[in-house]
């Protein structure tokens, strides 16, 4: 069974740094791609950060030179080092992998997510 763990949330105040991680266990056969999602009460799913598995990374235009998205070593780890946060970065946020759990065969997996918030 896959299963996607984040965890680094938490209180910052604004302009602090918070840095955020996802795992994923189970059984993979090979990750495309990972990325942080956010949501905020009443509003939409956003996507923050992606990376896919030959290093390619697109940013949100609202946190460009703020955050950074890597992969771990084991490449099935992803990181989100947040700095100058601002409390409209305050939200969930999610790590969703598309991967293949075994060769042939190709699906999107999220976390529970994870709460940051960004206040003074």
């Known amino acids: 069974q896959v299963q996607l763990v984040e965890s680094g949330g938490g209180l910052v105040q604004p302009g602090g740094s918070l840095g955020l991680s996802c795992s994923a266990s189970?059984?993979?056969?090979?990750?495309?791609?990972m990325d942080w999602y956010r949501q905020a009460p009443g509003k939409e799913r956003e996507l923050v950060a992606s990376i896919s598995s030959g290093g390619s990374k697109n940013y949100a235009d609202s946190v460009k030179a703020r955050f950074v998205i890597f992969r771990g070593n084991a490449k099935n780890t992803v990181y989100l080092q947040m700095n100058s946060l601002k409390p409209e970065d305050t939200a969930v946020y999610y790590c969703?992998?598309?991967?293949?759990?075994?060769?042939?065969?190709?699906?999107?997996?999220w976390g529970q997510g994870t709460q940051v918030t960004v206040s003074s």
């Open positions: 969703k992998a598309l991967l293949s759990p075994v060769q042939g065969l190709i699906g999107v997996y």
């Open positions: 189970g059984s993979i056969f090979s990750i495309e791609s």
